[in-house]
């Protein structure tokens, strides 16, 4: 899908979209459409809802144009986005080749929204379908704006983030391993300027990385801890870590999970292409921010050397931790790379995202991802970021009573709790692992990773969550 941008709509647009808010009168939009414009508003219940269309064929002369009325509500930037999202949905696969969307007199920020819900909604991954029957297979092509494009190269970049996170959690887990994983994203990254570091598993040996190993060993895929560093700030500014957990397939390990819907676990690697598509975004748009993306890779499988319950290793830290459940892996994959990036890089700030818990999915559906915190600016800082953009958060509690239930009688600690709280418990995990006067969030995205029905600015399958909230919110409080 190519956007491009025109100062003026062209005379001969076959098919023409118009924002309308909810409060608009539809007079004047199309020259000689006033009457059958409100007609067929009338007829169809539109009335510029946000994310509504009204399509509609209006005659000229010996011609048809087709105009799409696409509602924005209020008028704020998000309902642009969806707006944007609800023309591709409308025309992705209808025919139409080319569209035009008169946006004249919008604002430069709404319109570039616009465009991003177009881009997002458009993408697809049809790789290995073969067979798909003519009518089915993407036919726009491109999407002209009329408008200010002032603010678009921000947003396509970010879109572009969101692109390389989806494909991520698209791949199958037989094409997408730890290094396969680092191998696509170095190619989607290659030229951008990234501080590339690419940890082996003699290096993670070396480095004492014993829980992330741990879980990768019975597989027969190496593990590889990925770093992308973006200086976009003087080398005194302060650093902001961003970890994912990269689990490329989980299948629990020994406690392995049942077979129904076990395929959903290749996309247990969403933490992971969120910061990858993060990463891409900020040094696309060049943000003026020092970020490291640090990403832990691994596949949890049960053979012959798999770790079993009961075993107790110790991790980078050197804190021991009893594995009592190896599907409890994502933390201990999580807790090495947070001490590698707090000993190598000494940020100010971490941020993690995981898709964690099943729990967490149980307390919030997939409305909202968990966020976990402490420190109450930067929990307010990623709430604003996430209310922004529309990768929605809602706060959990930590405290000293559920740290408490995960103390071990023979370690420092087990890596699962009781069954209240699992969430939580899983948070507390993490945060045993962060150096004082670091100010730590942890983003528990296992319901958000997937969709299994269409949005307003994605298709069912992979959302890309995360890219923009964490985006957002490095513009907002790590830049200038
Ligand atoms: N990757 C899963 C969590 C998950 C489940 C994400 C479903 C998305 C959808 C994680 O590794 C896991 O297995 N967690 C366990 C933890 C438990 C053993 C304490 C869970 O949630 O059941
Ligand atoms: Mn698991
Ligand atoms: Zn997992």
Redesign the pocket.
């Known amino acids: 899908m190519q956007i491009a941008f025109a100062a003026d709509r062209p005379a001969d647009a076959t098919v023409l979209a118009l924002a309308v808010r909810n409060d608009a009168a539809l007079t004047g939009l199309v020259d000689g459409a006033d009457a059958l414009l409100a007609g067929a508003a009338a007829g169809q219940r539109f009335a510029g809802e946000a994310g509504s269309v009204l399509d509609v064929f209006v005659p000229q002369g010996d011609k048809v144009q087709r105009v799409l009325l696409l509602g924005v509500g209020a008028g704020d930037d998000a309902a642009f986005e969806r707006a944007g999202g609800a023309l591709a949905a409308r025309l992705l696969t209808s025919g139409v080749t080319a569209a035009v969307a008169d946006l004249s007199g919008v604002e430069p920020l709404a319109t570039a929204r616009f465009a991003a819900g177009v881009a997002q909604r458009a993408w697809r991954f049809d790789e290995y379908r073969t067979k798909l029957p003519e009518k089915q297979k993407p036919t726009l092509a491109r999407v002209t704006i009329v408008g200010d494009d002032a603010e678009w190269a921000g947003r396509d970049a970010v879109s572009q983030g969101l692109a390389l996170a989806r494909l991520l959690a698209t791949l199958p887990p037989n094409i997408l391993y730890p290094e396969s994983f680092v191998d696509r994203v170095l190619q989607a990254v290659d030229g951008l300027g990234l501080e590339v570091t690419v940890l082996g598993e003699q290096e993670l040996t070396e480095l004492g990385a014993g829980a992330l190993l741990g879980v990768s060993q019975g597989s027969r895929r190496e593990a590889r801890v990925l770093a992308l560093k973006w200086n976009g700030a003087g080398a005194d500014a302060p650093l902001t870590a961003l970890v994912g957990k990269g689990?490329t397939f989980?299948t629990?390990g020994i406690?392995i999970?049942p077979a129904a819907g076990m395929e959903?676990?290749k996309w247990?690697m969403g933490g992971a292409a969120a910061v990858a598509g993060a990463m891409l975004s900020l040094a696309t748009r060049k943000a003026k921010a020092n970020v490291i993306g640090v990403m832990g890779l691994v596949e949890n499988m049960p053979d012959g050397n798999a770790q079993r319950p009961g075993d107790v290793v110790t991790s980078m830290s050197g804190q021991t931790i009893e594995v009592i459940?190896t599907?409890?892996?994502?933390r201990l994959v999580l807790c090495d790379c947070i001490t590698w990036v707090q000993n190598t890089h000494k940020p100010v700030r971490i941020v993690d995202l995981a898709?964690?818990?099943?729990?967490m999915?149980v307390a919030l559906g997939n409305e909202y991802g968990g966020l976990f915190s402490n420190d109450d600016a930067l929990a307010e800082q990623l709430l604003a970021a996430g209310r922004e953009t529309g990768d929605k958060l809602w706060r959990f509690p930590l405290a000293d009573g559920y740290d408490k239930l995960i103390d071990s009688p023979i370690a420092d600690m087990k890596n699962?709790g009781p069954r209240g709280a699992?969430s939580i418990t899983?948070a507390q995990f993490l945060q045993r692992f962060v150096d004082d006067g670091v100010a730590w969030a942890h983003l528990d995205i296992?319901g958000m990773v997937w969709a299994d029905k269409d949005g307003a600015t994605w298709g069912k399958g992979a959302t890309g969550y995360g890219v923009r909230v964490l985006d957002r919110f490095v513009a907002d409080v790590c830049e200038g």
């Open positions: 689990v989980d629990g406690s999970k959903d676990m247990d459940n599907d409890a892996e994502g898709t964690l818990t099943g729990a999915i699962v699992g899983a296992a």
